[in-house]
């Protein structure tokens, strides 16, 4: 392996290293019903993750992560390429963005319970609610940033609405949207993991508050764990995969 | 692409591929736009006025001028990229072609999908008139390389194909040579004046490097003033088949644009100059 990719691996491993030291020395001090050192919440999640259950509420937050997800992208990209079509569309739509980012999570998992009752829109909806805004932003703002030359160049020579989308807008956006993908992937699994403990019977969420209700410690940090196994496995096999792919797409160099 | 060889003497093998002298198509309905009384206005007193102009089938019109005169502007309200204040752009071609200061390709297509790019009306014919417009322009081996591994002259030669491949009625050039070395700017100056000659093209050849204009066009525009305005039309002497091989009476052209763009300059920029 070479020297530099032997230290972008390196380096990683050595900040985790780090807090799992820092952490094992913090339970030293602090009572086990409080903080289980590393060493019996690893055997703990070992032993869950030979029973079905956490597969399964793992399968079901995954989903309503990736719902929201390709909700708040498709309709994130559209609100961007409509608020960018006019500035009448831009002025209408910036304070519904500002309103829907300026509300609290759990506002919105109020509204989307009583909107949509118990199971799995309302963290369907606070995930979008939290991913939207970021998508929006990031499209009205990519599409400002686009080389005019190209739109001299589409004008002059009259391509089509659907040529200019595809050719253009959407590869020059595709950067900046794999960006602000990754951070509306982010709060969305968030969003969600809270929003399902108050509103689902099943999936992540409610694994790990039912766990704190009943005092099992070990399993709440053991489904901490394995929140945030999942997430590093989300950004580091398919977003940042998908990054690197979309940026030698895009550039070629 | 044709051999092309600058030389002084009277048999100049150029004779050979331009014998057909370039001839403007009068007539109205061979006149492919009209400018009445055009103004665009910019803030800081930038912009055009008063420009009254017409260009023909078969003609190569230059426009020449100090920098900030307005000759880029003129080609934006041409290519409807700007609105006139004032007055009227009357367009009568179909198709439009340009090539622009920068070349303006899509750095994630290949040189020959950023050629077809403009004949998606015609999916069938699109990558074959975008190889025969590469070819044309010597990159015909370098048709499936991206901008990105192309040099400046290489991305100045695509868009110049990509406009071929339009197959304009009207080609309008932005300083397109800037960038290129002297030998490819000749060999590219000839493709064009070959395109005139086979399709009965105009083109609006934009440029502040006199000697260029002064080879390509067959009249020249001289703008100047701040707004720019029309200072003065010259008609080239010489037939096309000429301008290489007698030098000295292109450099007396070339003299006349000189001292036409040099009285629009305000007296102390051309002590200056």
């Known amino acids: 392996m070479s020297s530099p990719r032997l230290h972008a691996l390196l380096i990683p491993l050595g900040g985790v290293t780090g807090l799992v030291i820092g952490w094992w020395l913090l339970a030293q001090k602090v009572p086990g019903s409080i903080l289980p050192g590393p060493g019996p919440v690893v055997s703990h999640l070992a032993a869950a993750l030979s029973e079905i259950e956490i597969w399964k509420d793992t399968a079901v937050t995954l989903g309503n992560v990736m719902a929201s997800f390709l909700i708040a992208v498709v309709g994130g990209t559209l609100l961007g390429l409509w608020a960018s079509s006019s500035t009448v569309a831009e002025r209408l739509l910036h304070p519904m963005v500002v309103v829907i980012e300026a509300a609290p999570t759990i506002a919105w998992l109020v509204l989307a319970i009583l909107w949509l009752g118990l199971g799995a829109g309302p963290p369907i909806l606070v995930g979008v609610s939290m991913a939207l805004p970021l998508i929006v932003i990031a499209t009205s703002h990519g599409l400002r940033q686009i080389d005019s030359g190209w739109m001299d160049m589409a004008h002059v020579y009259g391509l089509s609405t659907w040529t200019r989308l595809t050719r253009i807008l959407l590869p020059s956006l595709a950067l900046t949207l794999a960006g602000a993908a990754s951070g509306a992937l982010s709060v969305a699994w968030r969003g969600i993991i809270m929003a399902e403990a108050f509103s689902a019977s099943h999936g992540l969420g409610p694994s790990l508050w039912g766990s704190y209700l009943y005092g099992e410690i070990r399993d709440v940090y053991a489904v901490i764990l394995w929140i945030i196994l999942l997430g590093l496995a989300l950004e580091y096999l398919l977003v940042h995969p998908a990054r690197q792919l979309i940026r030698r797409r895009l550039r070629h160099d | ?273």
């Open chain 2, 1 to 273: 692409m044709t051999e092309y060889r600058y030389c002084d003497l009277p048999a100049c093998p150029l004779q050979a591929t331009t014998r057909r002298p370039l001839r403007r198509l009068d007539g109205p309905e061979n006149r492919l736009l009209e400018l009445e009384g055009v103004r665009r206005a910019f803030d800081g007193g930038a912009g055009v006025r008063d420009i009254d102009l017409s260009v023909y089938r078969g003609e190569i019109l230059g426009i020449c001028g100090a920098s900030g005169c307005g000759k880029s502007t003129l080609l934006r309200l041409v290519a409807d990229r700007e609105a006139p204040d004032a007055g009227r752009i009357r367009r009568h071609f179909g198709r439009l072609g340009m090539v622009f200061q920068e070349p303006n390709l899509l750095p994630w297509l290949s040189a020959r999908d950023n050629v077809a790019l403009v004949r998606t009306d015609r999916p069938d014919e699109s990558r074959r008139a975008a190889d025969e417009a590469l070819a044309a322009v010597g990159l015909g081996q370098a048709s499936s390389q991206y901008p990105a591994t192309l040099s400046g002259g290489m991305r100045q030669r695509v868009g110049i194909a990509r406009a071929l491949a339009a197959n304009p009625d009207l080609l309008l050039m932005d300083e397109p040579f800037s960038s290129l070395d002297y030998f490819t700017s000749v060999e590219l100056l000839e493709l064009v004046r070959q395109r005139v000659l086979e399709r009965d093209i105009a083109v609006l050849f934009v440029s502040h490097d006199v000697r260029e204009v002064a080879r390509l066009c067959d009249r020249v525009v001289v703008m100047g003033g701040t707004p720019g305005r029309v200072l003065d039309e010259l008609f080239n002497p010489l037939p096309h088949d000429e301008r290489s091989c007698r030098p000295g009476a292109l450099a007396r052209f070339e003299d006349q644009v000189l001292d036409a763009i040099r009285r629009g300059q305000p007296e102390s920029a051309t002590r200056e100059s």
